[in-house]
């Protein structure tokens, strides 16, 4: 069993840059692949970026590439969330979350029926 809780959402203006924390109870963080999405009001929840359990692979949605950088630091049982260049259409709610999909399969996913276990989520407000 894991348990997330996120950290770091507020109000930002366009082009600014938040950094957003998402610490995991338990003994195993290291094993878990660890996930972002987002979902915005009316909106289904959508894939923002994931890091493997090893931290050596990432992969982005596309309109995020360039602006946000996923990292992880196994001492702190933390992942992170590194946004930059923030745009109003990054307003949402964001959550972490982590599976062991790729110790089991072999390659990370971004779908988010396939991450067992969430947290919270933050609100990410970004002004124009």
């Known amino acids: 069993q894991v348990q997330l809780v996120e950290s770091g959402g507020g109000l930002v203006q366009a082009g600014g840059s938040l950094r957003l924390s998402c610490v995991a109870s338990?003994?195993?963080?290291?094993?878990?692949?660890m996930g972002w999405f987002r979902q915005a009001p009316g909106k289904e929840r959508e894939f923002v970026g994931t890091i493997n359990w090893s931290g050596l692979n990432t992969y982005y949605e596309d309109s995020v590439k360039g602006r946000f950088t996923i990292s992880r630091d196994g001492a702190k049982n933390t992942v992170y969330l590194q946004m930059n260049s923030l745009k109003p259409e990054d307003t949402a709610v964001y959550f972490c979350?982590?599976?062991?999909?790729?110790?089991?399969?072999?390659?990370?996913?971004?779908?988010?029926?396939?991450?067992?276990?969430w947290g919270q989520g933050t609100q990410v407000t970004v002004s124009s």
């Open positions: 979350a982590a599976d062991r999909y790729s110790r089991t399969y072999g390659y990370i996913s971004a779908a988010a029926r396939d991450y067992a276990y």
């Open positions: 338990g003994r195993t963080f290291s094993s878990y692949d």
